[in-house]
């Protein structure tokens, strides 16, 4: 741990390490003037000779030894400020209670836990997977710090703090012969089974409304509840899909699925939010873990842009 208000402690200590001020300024990525000038004025202020200057290198004095000894121990005293810093702040303790809906089981939410975890092991996690409804009530009634949701109602209740929309498209296996077209029409999928949401999935309700719209209704379909059954029976190639991108947003950009986004003035997309409850007070490991949240969702929003057609 390095001291945040000494850079010459910085320099000190990598050159009593190496031995040396090229490895020292290669290892601080600085030059090794700017380490030597550092040296040289401690010196001068502090009137001792800190290193031997030996044709192999340098070598600490005894007035270096002892500086050095004293520098480690400030460094290890240090780390204990830190750790108090921490509990001031709420980082050292505590646990974070959070919603999410299932169809996030398998994102962008597995890389900021394994950063949370990495970075803050002390921390408990609970996590609520549950529909879009209860997990908006239990933001609302101060049961979870925060919630992931699709299309948030109760906005008087609800402080949205990030969202992403997501259009709905047709989500077809990569080796599947309608891969290849740029846009898909609904008459270029009558022969194939369209596996469809089943309620209480949310996506149903706009799946629905817009088959009855193009006065469209397939001949072959399996409808299914669960998100995670509809991929599946996408990847034994039993039809294609209509779901929304977020629904089959990792397969989507690992190449397994290609998806086509569906023109239609009337048909609105998915917005998947980020809420808390307005006047909720956040823990500070909360919010840190909600601003990490919020930046892997604009990644998503640039992933998706490059995999849906214009």
Not at 39 to 59: H, W
Not at 66 to 86: E, G, P, S
Not at 91 to 114: C, D, P, Y
Not at 272 to 282: E, I, T
Request: charged share 20%; glycine share 4%; hydrophobic share 45%.
């Amino acid at each position: 741990m390095t001291l945040p208000f000494s850079r010459f402690a910085d320099y000190f200590i990598a050159v009593a390490q190496t031995g040396s001020l090229r490895k020292a300024a290669d290892q601080l990525f600085i030059s090794v003037s700017a380490v030597h000038r550092q040296i040289v004025l401690a010196e001068q202020q502090l009137g001792v000779t800190l290193f031997e200057r030996l044709p192999n290198g340098l070598k600490l004095t005894l007035a270096g030894e002892l500086l050095y000894a004293d520098l480690r121990n400030w460094q290890k005293a240090f780390q204990v400020t830190q750790k108090r810093l921490h509990e001031i702040q709420g980082l050292q303790r505590g646990s974070i209670e959070f919603g999410m809906i299932s169809a996030l089981s398998n994102s962008f939410l597995s890389t900021v836990m394994q950063s949370a975890v990495q970075q803050y092991p002390w921390i408990n996690f609970n996590i609520r997977v549950l529909d879009s409804e209860r997990i908006a009530d239990r933001v609302i009634n101060a049961e979870l710090d925060f919630g992931l949701i699709l299309n948030p109602k109760h906005q008087h209740q609800l402080q949205v703090s990030a969202f992403v929309e997501m259009p709905l498209g047709f989500v077809i296996p990569s080796q599947h012969h309608l891969a290849h077209k740029e846009k898909i029409y609904f008459s270029d999928t009558l022969t194939f089974h369209h596996i469809l949401p089943a309620e209480p999935l949310m996506i149903h309700d706009h799946v629905t409304a817009l088959y009855k719209k193009q006065d469209f209704y397939p001949q072959h379909k399996i409808e299914c509840n669960d998100i995670h059954m509809m991929i599946s029976l996408l990847r034994q190639h039993l039809g294609i899909g209509i779901m929304s991108y977020l629904d089959a947003s990792p397969h989507i950009e690992n190449g397994e699925f290609v998806f086509r986004a569906i023109q239609d003035k009337g048909l609105y997309p998915v917005t998947l939010a980020l809420c808390v409850a307005p006047k909720r007070q956040l823990s500070r490991i909360a919010q840190i873990m909600m601003n990490q949240i919020i930046t892997e969702m604009e990644a998503l929003k640039s992933r998706m842009l490059k995999h849906i057609d214009p």
